[in-house]
């Protein structure tokens, strides 16, 4: 008899283990989303804004390098900008190290 009673009580902790794995799935994918929401999609947002701007560079507009040198764009290139940052100085960057513009 006590045997019976034993297997009952293994066959019902059985049973809850498994409600406990679906609450550690459910976790798992709350945090994921937690994750995507506050990490992923904002830093996915700021790489295409920095795409764009990159894209639309043009001469004429005063930009702002990575390494927070000023200057004026003279000439535009496939992967370098140039810079002037004083009356005849002008310095060669690349494109990807413009990080503002300003009109």
């Known amino acids: 008899m006590a045997s019976e009673a034993f297997a009952m009580a293994g066959n019902a902790a059985a049973q809850g283990q498994q409600g406990a794995g679906y ?8 945090m994921f989303a937690i994750f995507y929401f ?4 904002p830093q996915q947002k700021r ?3 920095q795409k764009e701007l990159v894209a639309g560079l043009k001469v004429g507009d005063s930009a702002v390098s ?3 040198i000023h200057g004026k764009i003279t000439a535009v290139d496939d992967t370098t900008v140039n810079l002037e940052i ?5 310095i060669k ?3 990807a190290s413009v ?3 300003k009109q």
Do not use: C, D, S, Y
Not at 38 to 41: A, C, G, M, N, Q
């Open 23 to 30: 609450q550690q799935i459910i976790m798992l994918v709350a």
């Open 38 to 41: 506050l990490l992923i999609r």
């Open 47 to 49: 790489a295409k804004q």
């Open 66 to 68: 990575a390494g927070g």
């Open 86 to 90: 004083a009356t005849g100085v002008k």
């Open 93 to 95: 960057i690349n494109r």
């Open 99 to 101: 990080t503002e513009v």
